[in-house]
C-alpha cells in the first residue's frame, strides 16, 4: 500500500497577539512612544493575503501582504508592504510560534515598521514583486493596532482609540501628517460608535461551556436565531488579548451548516470566554465560556476536498516514550533551569505528559528544524517578548486506509526561547520563592510555554495558568481543572493507536505514571570509550538497584536515529559494563541507555560519544597468488569487478575486517574494481594473469 509524507497545504495564519506590567500572551508592555520611535515606517491597511518560505534552517515564515490605505510616517508610493511573521507551512515542513504577530485577512491594522530589523526575506515575493518592502514589526505583535468596529486596539493599552485620535498621536510625535500612497491626504474614518444593530437576533446556543479547536462534533456550536441570512461569519473573541478584539478561523470547512434561523459552526482554536457575534450583525445575549482550547491544523492533506481543521497527536520520539527537551550550555549552567524543571514536572505529574528534561548541556544555540527540542535564552527575541515556544509537526497517511479524518499528524519538535536579562528592561524571578515588585516569574512563563508544548492554546481566565496574561510581580504555578482537563484529552488521543504508525513518528505516546513522573528521579550515568582492537566499552551506573529491572543499550551514527545492541536485565548492581565489538561505518558514534523501571516506563541516559581511530579501506593485489587482499572494512560492504567496457562481472558481499579474495574464477585481462564499505570507498585497476 503506497504512503504519503507531508504537510500542510496552506499556510498556517496563527492568531497570537499579545498599571502593573500585564504581559498578554508571555509579552511585556513597550511603551507607545518608544515603539513609535523605533519604527522606520508606519501605515494603516488591511490584511489581504500570505505566502509562506523557509530559511536554511528549515524555520517557517509568512509573508503577509498589506494592501495600503495610508502612510503615517515616512511616506512612500508604495501600494503594498509585507510584514514577515514567524511560523506557517512550506512543503512537508509546519510550525505554530507563541507569542508571534499574526493577521487575519480582511482585518485592518496600524503597523509599525522596523527595516532596521535583520529578517529573512520571501525569495519567492521578492522575485514576484521586486521591491516590494519586506519587514518586521517593531516588538513584533506590539507592532500591530487592530482595528474593531472602528477601534484601534494597542496590546497593552487599557482603552482603545478611534482613527482620527491614533493619527493625532503618531502626527505629535513624528510631526508628519498621515498620506495616501499617491500623496494626497489622508482623512481618518469616522467613528460610528460600532454597535450590532440587531443585538438580540441570537435567542439560545449550545454547548456551553465549551471546548475550542477541537475537532469532535460534539463540541461543534449550534447557534439558533433568526435573520441570518445567507452563509457569513461568525466572530469569537479572541483569547490572545482577552476578548478586546474578534477573530474568526479563515476556513470555510469550518461552518458545518448555515440557514436564516440556525448555525452550525466548530469553535476557532483562538476563542476565549465572551459574547460572540454572526456577520458583524447579532451579538449573543449571554457570553460562551470556554475551559480549554486545543492547537490544531488547517489542511487538505490526505484527499479532503479543500482544507480542514485537524487534530495532532504527541507521539514516542525519543524511544521512552516521548521528547526530550535539551537546554544549551548558557541556560544549563544559569538560575533558570531549576524553575524550567519544576514546569515541565509540574505537567508531568498532572497530565502525565511524557516530555523528559536531558540531565546535561548540550552545544547546539540553534532554534531551527534539526529533530531537538531546544530550551535557551535568546537575545535576538523581539522587544517585549518574555518567552516563546515553537512547535513543528508532519503528517502521514495511507490511501483508502489512513485517510482524511484518519490522517496521522505529529509533533515533531518543540523549541523554547526565553527573553535574556541583559537585553530587556525587566529582572526574572528564579524562585522558588514568590515573585516581588517589577519581576517576572520565570517558572510561571515557562509553565505556561510548555502549555503549548503540550498542544494547549489561550484561554480568558486568570485562575488558570492557559490564561492569556500574566502580570508583574505575581506567580502562576498552579494548574487550573480545566487546564488539566485540556492537558488529559490531549493524551487520552496521543496514547491511543492510531490508523497506522508514520514511521518517522514513531509510536503514541507512552503515558507517564505518579511514580515515574518526577524528574529529579535520577537517571543511568552511563561513560564509554573505545579499546584498540576490541571494539567500545560502555559503562553505566545507577543510583538504586531497585529503580530498573532491565537496561536497553542503543546504538546511533548521527545521535537522532538509535538502534538496539543488547538488553541487560538488572541483577541487583549498581554499575554495569558491555563491549559492543561492532566497527561502525564512521568515527563518530553515540551510545545512550534505557533504564527500565518496574512500571514499565523508561529513563534514559545522556548520549554519549565515541570516537574511533581512522582506519584507512585498502585494496592490495597480489599478482603471485591472484588475491584481492581487503582491510579496512568498518562495516559490511560490496566489491564489483568491471570489464575496461563497463561490464559487471563479479560481485562480492562483504564482512567487516581483513579479508582475502580469489580471484582464480576470472579470466585474464585487466579489469576495474569499487569498493564500497559505509561511507568509505576505494577503486582502482588490476591485471589478473593466466
Not at 512563563?445 to 503540550?454: K, N
Not at 532491565?550 to 554499575?575: C, H, I, N, P, Q
Not at 516506563?601 to 570516537?611: L, M, Q
Not at 579496512?632 to 559487471?648: A, I, P, R
Amino acid at each position: 500500500m503506497a504512503r504519503y509524507f507531508r504537510n500542510l497545504s496552506l499556510c498556517l495564519i496563527s492568531i497570537i497577539t499579545g498599571s502593573l506590567l500585564q504581559a498578554q500572551c508571555m509579552t511585556y508592555p513597550v511603551a507607545f512612544n518608544t515603539r513609535v520611535n523605533a519604527a522606520s515606517e508606519m501605515v494603516i491597511g488591511k490584511m489581504t493575503s500570505a505566502t509562506c518560505y523557509q530559511d536554511a534552517q528549515g524555520n517557517i515564515w509568512t509573508a503577509n501582504i498589506i494592501q495600503v490605505d495610508a502612510w503615517l510616517k515616512n511616506a512612500k508610493s508604495d501600494t503594498e508592504v509585507a510584514v514577515i511573521t514567524p511560523g506557517g507551512t512550506v512543503e512537508g515542513a509546519a510550525a505554530l510560534v507563541f507569542p508571534s504577530l499574526a493577521m487575519l485577512p480582511g482585518k485592518r491594522y496600524a503597523l509599525m515598521l522596523d527595516q532596521s530589523a535583520p529578517v529573512v526575506q520571501s525569495p519567492e515575493l521578492a522575485l514576484a514583486k521586486p521591491g516590494m518592502i519586506q519587514t518586521l514589526s517593531v516588538a513584533d505583535a506590539q507592532g500591530a493596532l487592530t482595528e474593531e468596529h472602528g477601534l484601534y486596539y494597542d496590546l497593552h493599552a487599557e482603552s482603545p482609540q478611534t482613527e482620527f485620535e491614533l493619527l493625532t498621536q503618531v502626527a505629535a510625535l513624528t510631526g508628519q501628517e498621515p498620506v495616501t500612497p499617491e500623496g494626497r491626504p489622508y482623512r481618518p474614518r469616522p467613528y460610528t460608535g460600532g454597535t450590532l444593530a440587531v443585538p438580540r437576533a441570537i435567542t439560545s446556543f449550545t454547548p456551553n461551556p465549551a471546548y475550542a479547536g477541537t475537532v469532535n462534533t460534539l463540541d461543534w456550536l449550534l447557534i439558533s436565531g433568526s435573520g441570518f441570512g445567507a452563509s457569513d461569519t461568525v466572530w469569537f473573541p479572541n483569547a490572545n488579548d482577552g476578548g478586546a478584539t474578534l477573530i474568526y478561523e479563515p476556513v470555510p470547512t469550518d461552518i458545518n451548516s448555515w440557514t436564516t434561523t440556525d448555525i452550525s459552526v466548530k469553535v476557532p482554536t483562538q476563542t476565549g470566554s465572551g459574547t460572540f457575534e454572526v456577520a458583524n450583525l447579532f451579538a449573543s445575549s449571554s457570553p460562551l465560556t470556554i475551559r480549554f482550547a486545543h492547537l490544531s491544523i488547517n489542511s487538505a492533506f490526505l484527499n479532503f476536498a479543500s482544507s480542514t481543521r485537524q487534530r495532532y497527536y504527541l507521539r514516542d520520539l525519543n524511544g521512552g516514550g516521548g521528547y526530550t527537551l535539551k537546554m544549551n550550555s548558557a541556560f544549563f549552567a544559569s538560575a533558570a533551569k531549576a524553575p524550567f524543571e519544576r514546569a515541565v514536572e509540574t505537567w508531568r505529574c498532572a497530565t502525565f505528559v511524557n516530555f523528559w528534561v536531558d540531565t546535561s548541556a548540550v552545544a547546539t544555540s540553534a532554534i531551527a528544524s534539526d529533530g531537538e527540542c531546544t530550551v535557551l535564552f535568546d537575545p535576538g527575541l523581539p522587544l517585549g517578548v518574555l518567552g516563546r515556544a515553537t512547535s513543528r509537526f508532519n503528517g502521514g497517511g495511507a490511501l483508502a486506509f489512513c485517510e482524511q479524518e484518519n490522517t496521522v499528524w505529529w509533533l515533531t519538535e518543540v523549541d523554547y526561547q526565553f527573553a535574556d536579562p541583559p537585553f530587556t528592561g525587566f529582572t526574572w524571578n528564579y524562585g522558588p520563592g514568590l515573585t516581588g515588585g517589577t519581576e517576572f516569574d520565570f517558572e510561571s512563563v515557562a509553565l505556561h510555554e510548555t502549555g503549548h508544548a503540550h498542544g494547549l492554546g489561550h484561554v480568558i481566565d486568570a485562575g488558570a495558568v492557559m490564561h492569556y496574561a500574566i502580570v508583574n510581580g505575581t506567580t502562576s504555578r498552579t494548574l487550573s481543572a480545566d487546564d488539566i482537563a485540556g492537558g488529559d484529552e490531549k493524551m487520552g488521543y496521543s496514547t491511543a493507536a492510531t490508523c497506522f504508525d508514520p514511521a518517522p513518528s514513531g509510536s503514541p505516546m507512552a503515558l507517564l505514571t505518579v511514580s515515574s513522573c518526577i524528574l529529579t528521579q535520577a537517571l543511568p550515568t552511563l561513560s564509554g570509550r573505545y579499546l584498540t582492537g576490541k571494539g567500545q566499552q560502555l559503562t553505566w551506573e545507577v543510583a538504586s538497584s531497585a529503580d530498573y529491572v532491565r537496561f536497553e543499550l542503543e546504538r546511533s551514527l548521527d545521535s537522532y536515529s538509535f538502534e538496539g545492541v543488547t538488553d541487560v536485565w538488572a541483577d541487583g548492581s549498581k554499575a554495569y559494563t558491555y563491549l559492543d565489538k561492532a566497527i561502525p561505518a564512521r568515527q563518530q558514534v553515540f551510545y545512550r541507555v534505557k533504564g527500565i523501571a518496574p512500571d514499565g516506563t523508561a529513563r534514559i541516559s545522556p548520549v554519549v560519544e565515541i570516537t574511533l581511530p581512522e582506519v584507512p579501506l585498502t585494496v592490495t593485489y597480489s599478482q603471485e597468488n591472484t588475491n584481492l587482499e581487503i582491510a579496512g572494512m568498518q562495516t559490511q560492504g560490496v566489491l564489483k569487478v568491471f570489464q575496461l567496457d563497463g561490464k559487471l562481472v563479479q560481485v562480492w558481499q562483504l564482512t567487516t575486517g581483513t579479508q582475502s579474495l580469489s580471484l582464480n574464477g576470472l579470466s585474464a585481462g585487466v579489469y576495474a574494481y569499487v569498493l564500497q564499505s559505509g561511507v568509505q570507498q576505494a577503486q582502482g585497476r588490476m591485471m589478473v594473469r593466466p
